[in-house]
């Protein structure tokens, strides 16, 4: 059965902190790497990652994929209180299997 | 706008009775999925279909049921045989593509079901 781990589960920072979040995963047939960002209701895209070792950037957030070791990291770096937020990964083959999200919550 | 739209947004109903939650989406994709959220367990996927008048079960399909008779419709009912269906049920779309092929999923906004 395919897993999908992230870790921490919650994390608290203050505003300007830098954060990293982490996926492992255990996918058969593994094609790529998305993560999303749910504030509210419906998780928007931030990233799908494919190849290993490519960063991917959007303002202050960026990611990687190492898949030899199964392993991508989500870093938003001089965090806002904005990026208050559920984070979730999904491995992808035939489906996205999801993982349990980071809740991170940013504070003044 | 193209997008996806989940009705309704919250619903109430007493133990024992089937429920039927909305999807439609505008975005002419072919792949469409349910997915159930509780709280400290992520997206757990129900259902989902990949083609018209095809659908597979997820990981957790028991005490649901689906149809897709249409290529924008994937209603998602939850029957009374669901034994702890008070969720988070959010619904989305993708169109595969040969690197990826699940796509990148759209959501839609979600239906909160309690049941009393």
């Known amino acids: 059965e395919d897993k999908v781990v992230q870790s921490p589960l919650s994390l608290v920072v203050h505003e300007g902190d830098t954060v990293t979040l982490n996926c492992s995963y255990e996918?058969?047939?593994?094609?790529?790497l998305l993560w999303y960002k749910q504030e509210k209701k419906a998780p928007t895209f931030l990233f799908m990652l494919?190849?290993?070792?490519i960063e991917k950037k959007s303002g202050r957030l960026s990611s990687i994929l190492d898949k030899k070791e199964l392993f991508s990291i989500l870093n938003i770096t001089a965090t806002q209180t904005g990026d208050s937020a559920i984070y979730l990964c999904?491995?992808?083959?035939?489906?996205?299997?999801f993982g349990t999200g980071t809740r991170l919550q940013v504070t003044l | 706008d193209g997008g996806i739209t989940q009705s309704p947004k919250y619903l109430f109903r007493k133990e024992g009775q089937n429920v039927t939650l909305s999807c439609e989406q505008n975005?002419?994709?072919?792949?469409m999925y349910w997915y159930r959220q509780d709280p400290g367990q992520g997206l757990r996927l129900i259902y989902y279909?990949?083609?018209?008048?095809?659908?597979q079960k997820g990981d957790i399909a028991e005490g649901y049921s689906v149809s897709r008779e249409k290529k924008e419709s994937f209603p998602l009912t939850v029957t009374s045989a669901q034994k702890n269906p008070t969720a988070f049920y959010l619904c989305?779309?993708?169109?595969?593509?040969?690197?990826?092929?699940?796509?990148?999923?759209?959501f839609g906004e979600g239906s909160r079901l309690t049941v009393l």
């Open positions: 999904a491995g992808t083959a035939s489906k996205l299997t």
């Open positions: 494919t190849s290993s070792g």
């Open positions: 989305a779309s993708s169109q595969p593509g040969l690197a990826t092929p699940t796509g990148e999923l759209f």
């Open positions: 975005l002419n994709h072919d792949a």
């Open positions: 279909s990949q083609i018209v008048n095809d659908f």
């Open positions: 996918v058969t047939n593994f094609r790529s």
